[in-house]
């Protein structure tokens, strides 16, 4: 294995993690939210971010690296996901989405850090592609939160 694609699969893996904590951490926020509607949207970044880990996880694979399987307990911390836990104690759903934002906050710096990578484009289009709907999901959970804190 080249050192070049080591260098691509490790920020592969770094991007697979992340998606995989943010499945999570959507999941356990829509769990704490009484609107139907807020806990369906959240439902569907959760299914989004289980779908970019597993095409992450098939590009790492075609390199014939190992692709990660898991979030990351540092990478949680990292993110905030855990002090998700504490908004979904309160059951405030301003409090949850904005630990949700925060979490985003960290998926979009880390795909602009993956994307500045010279990456093939067999794998740049893919993250570059992701990169954009998170970027998009990001916004729509800010102004969610920001909905919340007028109303």
């Known amino acids: ?9 490790t920020t592969l893996n770094d991007l697979i993690q992340i998606c995989i904590d943010g499945q999570k951490g959507f999941e356990a ?3 704490a939210l009484e609107s139907s509607d807020l806990r369906s949207e959240l439902l569907g970044f959760s299914s989004q971010r289980a779908e970019f880990a597993h095409d992450l996880q098939r590009l790492v694979a ?11 307990v540092e990478g949680t911390l990292h993110r905030g996901w855990l002090n998700l836990k504490n908004a979904i104690t309160s059951a405030d759903p301003h409090a949850i989405l904005a630990e949700c934002e925060r979490g985003e ?12 990578e010279a990456m093939p484009p067999k794998l740049a289009i893919p993250v570059a592609s992701q990169f954009r709907v998170i970027q998009n999901t990001h916004d729509r959970v800010k102004s969610l939160r920001d909905s919340l804190k007028k109303a």
């Open 105 to 116: 906050d960290a998926a979009v710096a880390a795909y602009k850090t993956a994307m500045q």
């Open 29 to 31: 926020a829509a769990g």
């Open 1 to 9: 294995m080249t050192q070049a694609i080591e260098e691509y699969t």
């Open 62 to 72: 075609s390199t014939g690296e190992k692709p990660k399987a898991s979030g990351s």
